[in-house]
């Protein structure tokens, strides 16, 4: 019996080829003074480092502190929406890395239809974690994250992977926003 992705299915064959990540933390990159976003492999030790704005930095960080705040932020607006609306976020994937920009997709559910809506990683992951929905990253943006990293013309890029590699948790602490 063939499977799913064997029969050319192409949602079973887009599943196989993401990996499931984990929001690792958010810190600031020591060498560019900017927020990142530091996904890791659940399955594995691979890190996938995403820098992001200042603003989209601090919806996320208030969302993994769980900071309650007055009035609904942007991403609270969207989630708010989406289930007035009777929709549900299934899950994010940071699809594709073109030109040395992440791009990502949320994956809604509304009346058994799907639908993939083009999104900033920043604001997915933000979504994402109001949702607590899980978040992926396609093999080929990993793939080439890592080439990025190890190319000869960015020596600090492999320095910086293999210092992201091995944070551990009091790391994660000292260097959060």
Not at 72 to 98: C, F
Not at 124 to 140: E, F, I, K, M
Request: hydrophobic share 45%.
């Amino acid at each position: 019996m063939k499977t799913a992705s064997e029969r050319g299915n192409p949602a079973a064959t887009a599943a196989t080829a993401e990996v499931e990540m984990q929001i690792r933390g958010l810190m600031i990159d020591p060498l560019t003074n900017m927020p990142v976003v530091v996904l890791k492999d659940m399955a594995s030790d691979a890190v996938l480092p995403i820098w992001v704005g200042i603003f989209e930095a601090n919806a996320i960080a208030l969302e993994l502190e769980k900071t309650a705040m007055p009035r609904p932020m942007t991403h609270d607006l969207l989630r708010n929406m989406a289930r007035g609306l009777n929709a549900v976020v299934r899950k994010v994937v940071v699809s594709e890395l073109r030109d040395d920009t992440f791009l990502a997709v949320i994956w809604m559910e509304q009346e058994g239809e799907t639908v993939a809506i083009d999104a900033r990683p920043s604001d997915a992951l933000a979504l994402a974690l109001r949702w607590d929905c899980p978040v992926y990253a396609s093999r080929a943006v990993l793939e080439n994250a890592k080439q990025v990293a190890e190319g000869p013309q960015n020596a600090s890029g492999e320095e910086m992977r293999r210092w992201l590699e091995n944070l551990n948790d009091d790391d994660m602490g000292r260097y959060k926003m």
